[in-house]
């Protein structure tokens, strides 16, 4: 069994930044992929990145590349999200998963277990 708790979700304005942490339970935490998705209000869940078991690989959506960073401290049980210059549109709640195998994927049903979200607001 495992379990996700994310944390470090809030309110900021436009072109700030947050980071957010996942904290993972169990001891296999390291030999799988683990990813980031968010949803927002009225729509579907969807993905956001993802990171390799190793923490070399690293996988994007084309709406965050270039501003948001997936990274991962297996020592720490812990994965991050680094959040640069957000915008309105990434308001969404943000879910930490943990992926059934040991490359990153963007597949929804690849992932097992899923944190309970927290939330992210950016304001214009």
């Known amino acids: 069994q495992v379990q996700l708790v994310e944390s470090g979700g809030g309110l900021v304005q436009a072109g700030g930044s947050l980071r957010l942490s996942c904290l993972a339970s169990?001891?296999?935490?390291?030999?799988?992929?683990m990813g980031w998705f968010r949803q927002a209000p009225g729509k579907e869940r969807e993905f956001v990145a993802s990171?390799?078991?190793?923490?070399?690989?690293?996988q994007y959506s084309e709406s965050v590349k270039g501003r948001f960073t997936v990274s991962r401290d297996n020592a720490k049980n812990t994965v991050y999200l680094q959040m640069n210059n957000l915008k309105p549109e990434d308001t969404a709640v943000y879910y930490c998963?943990?992926?059934?195998?040991?490359?990153?994927?963007?597949?929804?049903?690849?992932?097992?277990?899923w944190g309970q979200g927290t939330q992210v607001t950016v304001s214009s």
């Open positions: 998963a943990k992926s059934m195998y040991s490359s990153t994927t963007n597949i929804r049903n690849e992932y097992d277990y």
């Open positions: 169990g001891r296999t935490f390291s030999i799988y992929a």
């Open positions: 990171i390799d078991w190793r923490g070399v690989r690293t």
